[in-house]
């Protein structure tokens, strides 16, 4: 993870019933096949800890910085690993260092439609030996056990088990998936984040849930939550809105697609060997990296197994040329004009940087917009349907 100073408010949401849907059997035989023996195999693999066999050669990861002969070593071993595991594999070469890594489970009904588990495999500090077991070898080997467990079932949507490169230098290649992902129009129906999952120092298993309202985020948040709950995980959540801008969810909030990202405790509880060599597999706290990795599992599970989830609602956006927003920069009034028929009443929103809500209107017609208070800056105007099936998201500038 790559801290920065955040202002957020942090609300508890804690032993909580929901009655939102029963156990499925298929997913309570996902978290059953988790092992946590396999994903700290896989720490110690990644963090230096065990010997790892890549093209028949044993080698010893010290470092997964992207300056460090471990960075591409880490890419190759978890490239077998997603082979082995029968998966389709793909790649994303984004800088003349950076590479991010690609595990696809292809979906039954809807291939072209997806949900992404992800983490970032690069590390810090710069030095030669830099085990980063926390960050992030902790959500790259339960990216490993994700494909490892999801590789044995169907899914009617696609499923991506993605493995970002050089998070630590601000997000880079998450960024330039996710950029790539909106230009393409790609349907991306929801991306789970997990950056550092290992520690719980005062063991109280409460975890962050880093969530804005960006697209259809909420509502995820909303399934991560009720998951907790229905399958007994045993975490205490932290919901916080508006979720950090420092690791790589926020490539997708930044690109207009649904994200939440699921961590131990940034703020109350943050781990003081961060990015520094003692940041060891020793560290862990298990029970709670376990019931960590389980809780976007049963998440990522949920909305795949489901083609009526709420999620999928991402889908179903206006058409681009529905409504048009100018003039972008603006200064004083920003109208948003609705370029199709139809006497249907949508909701306008407009959020800060932060994810913060600054206004919210209702009209059936083109409406203009006074801006002229707000401080100068980049701007995200959600446009939402009555019912909230359908939604746009626009970005805008104040000059």
């Not at 066999?53 to 470092?63: A, D, H």
């Not at 991010?100 to 291939?111: A, E, Q, R, V």
């Not at 985020?217 to 399934?223: E, F, G």
Request: glycine fraction near 8%.
């Amino acid at each position: 993870m790559k801290l920065k100073h955040l202002c957020i408010t942090v609300v508890m949401l804690n032993c909580i019933a929901f009655q939102g849907y029963a156990q499925n059997p298929v997913i309570q035989n996902i978290l059953s096949d988790v092992e946590i023996d396999s994903m700290t195999h896989f720490v110690s693999q990644l963090t230096g800890e065990e010997q790892v066999m890549i093209n028949g050669v044993s080698e010893t990861i010290l470092s997964r910085h992207k300056d460090q002969p471990g960075n591409e070593m880490a890419y190759q071993f978890v490239k077998q690993k997603f082979v082995t595991y029968g998966l389709s594999v793909d790649s994303l070469q984004f800088s003349a260092s950076g590479k991010n890594l690609f595990g696809i489970k292809t979906g039954t009904l809807f291939p072209g439609k997806k949900f992404i588990l992800g983490a970032h495999y690069d590390n810090m500090p710069a030095g030669t030996v830099a085990p980063g077991a926390d960050d992030n070898a902790s959500g790259s080997a339960a990216v490993i056990e994700a494909a490892r467990i999801f590789s044995n079932y169907d899914f009617p949507f696609t499923v991506v088990f993605a493995l970002w490169d050089e998070e630590e230098q601000g997000l880079v290649g998450s960024n330039a998936y996710a950029s790539m992902a909106a230009l393409n129009n790609d349907t991306i129906l929801g991306y789970i984040n997990m950056d550092m999952l290992g520690w719980d120092g005062n063991n109280d298993s409460v975890a962050d849930l880093h969530v804005r309202p960006v697209a259809n985020s909420i509502q995820l948040a909303d399934k991560a939550i009720e998951a907790d709950s229905v399958y007994t995980i045993g975490l205490g959540l932290h919901i916080v809105n508006p979720g950090t801008g420092a690791t790589d969810h926020a490539a997708f909030w930044n690109n207009g697609f649904t994200a939440i990202g699921i961590d131990e405790e940034y703020g109350n509880d943050f781990n003081p060997f961060w990015h520094t060599p003692a940041d060891s597999l020793g560290q862990f706290n298990l029970p709670f990296y376990e019931k960590c990795a389980k809780l976007a599992y049963a998440t990522l599970a949920e909305c795949a197994l489901d083609s009526s989830t709420v999620v999928t609602v991402n889908e179903q956006h206006f058409e681009k040329e529905a409504f048009r927003i100018y003039p972008n920069p603006a200064d004083q009034v920003l109208t948003v004009e609705k370029t199709n028929f139809g006497q249907n009443e949508y909701n306008i929103k407009i959020y800060n940087e932060n994810g913060q809500l600054l206004n919210s209107l209702s009209t059936k017609e083109t409406i203009r917009i006074n801006v002229s208070g707000y401080p100068a800056g980049a701007y995200t105007l959600h446009i939402i349907s009555q019912n909230e099936q359908f939604s746009n998201i626009k970005k805008w500038i104040k000059l």
